[in-house]
Nanobody, 125 residues
């Protein structure tokens, strides 16, 4: 089982930046995939980005391409989501999740078995 803890959320003005962190512990193998999802009030949980731990392959939601960057630090067992040019519609609770599914890319919440507690991101206009 993998344990995940997110941090780095907060309040930022439109056009600003935030960097979210997802610290992983427990049973971590090189084949793990880490994803970021978000959920706004009264909306379904939405895929944002994913990274394959070993290959470094990444995949993004179309609307965040060019603004968000997912990366990992193997030594720290941490995945980051750098969010630039933030928009009010990016406001949501952001979650990181882990999966050992072998296909790629992974974009459905049901494909991820471990989840963090979430961190709030609020972008004011």
């Amino acid at each position: 089982q993998v344990q995940l803890v997110e941090s780095g959320g907060g309040l930022v003005q439109a056009g600003g930046s935030l960097r979210l962190s997802c610290a992983a512990s427990g049973r971590i193998l090189s084949t793990i995939n880490i994803g970021w999802f978000r959920q706004a009030p009264e909306k379904e949980r939405e895929f944002v980005a994913a990274i394959h731990w070993f290959t470094g392959s990444t995949y993004y939601l179309e609307s965040v391409k060019g603004r968000f960057t997912i990366s990992r630090d193997n030594a720290k067992n941490t995945v980051y989501l750098q969010m630039n040019s933030l928009k009010p519609e990016d406001t949501a609770v952001y979650y990181c999740a882990a999966s050992y599914e072998t296909h790629w890319p992974l974009v459905r919440p049901g494909e991820f078995g471990s989840w963090g507690q979430g961190t709030q991101v609020t972008v004011s206009s």
